[in-house]
């Protein structure tokens, strides 16, 4: 089974990810670490990619799109897959040629984000910085909230309990 975790900066996603796949015997992809690690290759999309990452920008819906489908190619996911951080955008989730079967989404205010992201103590996760991710966020990743809504699939998790809570009730859901 392919499945998404997905929520805004700092809501444990990747945590949730992690154990979800460790549980499930199927791969975690954190398209972040793929990214990275596609730009150290010395490839035309790691070259295009590495370009981006260096900018501080962020990759364009349709390279984003296309590393993470080539990757995906790997026989590794044949069995399922645990996707955090893709797909990032509506255009993305209409797009993604891999269907899901749960998309669950991690709901964390604002408050408990910036509070999170502060206490991890990265150079990046000062208030405003945190602040403007967080509106990114909202603007650009939501909308795919309704578009799996619709479609039947999207599983709203409260993301505030305790680690072990939430990947219960995602494995409850599962169950479903």
Do not use: C
């Not at 590393?67 to 951080?85: C, N, P, T």
């Not at 408990?112 to 990265?122: A, M, S, T, Y």
């Amino acid at each position: 089974m392919n499945l998404v975790v997905m929520g805004p900066p700092g809501s444990g996603k990747s945590t949730q990810a992690d154990l979800l796949a460790e549980e499930l015997g199927v791969p975690h992809l954190q398209t972040g670490d793929l990214f990275h690690y596609l730009s150290e290759e010395d490839s035309p999309m790691g070259r295009k990619i590495k370009k981006v990452m260096e900018s501080g920008g962020l990759l364009d819906d349709r390279l984003a799109l296309e590393a993470v489908e080539e990757h995906l190619k790997s026989k590794q996911y044949r069995k399922g897959i645990v996707l955090d951080g893709t797909p990032r955008s509506l255009w993305q989730a209409k797009h993604f040629k891999l269907e899901f079967g749960k998309v669950f989404y991690l709901d964390v205010s604002d408050e408990e984000n910036i509070k999170r992201l502060v206490k991890r103590g990265r150079k990046d996760d000062r208030p405003e910085v945190v602040k403007k991710r967080l509106k990114i966020y909202h603007q650009e990743t939501e909308p795919m909230l309704d578009y799996y809504r619709r479609m039947g699939i999207l599983e709203e998790v409260d993301g505030e309990r305790p680690i072990k809570v939430i990947h219960q009730d995602i494995m409850n859901r599962l169950e479903q």
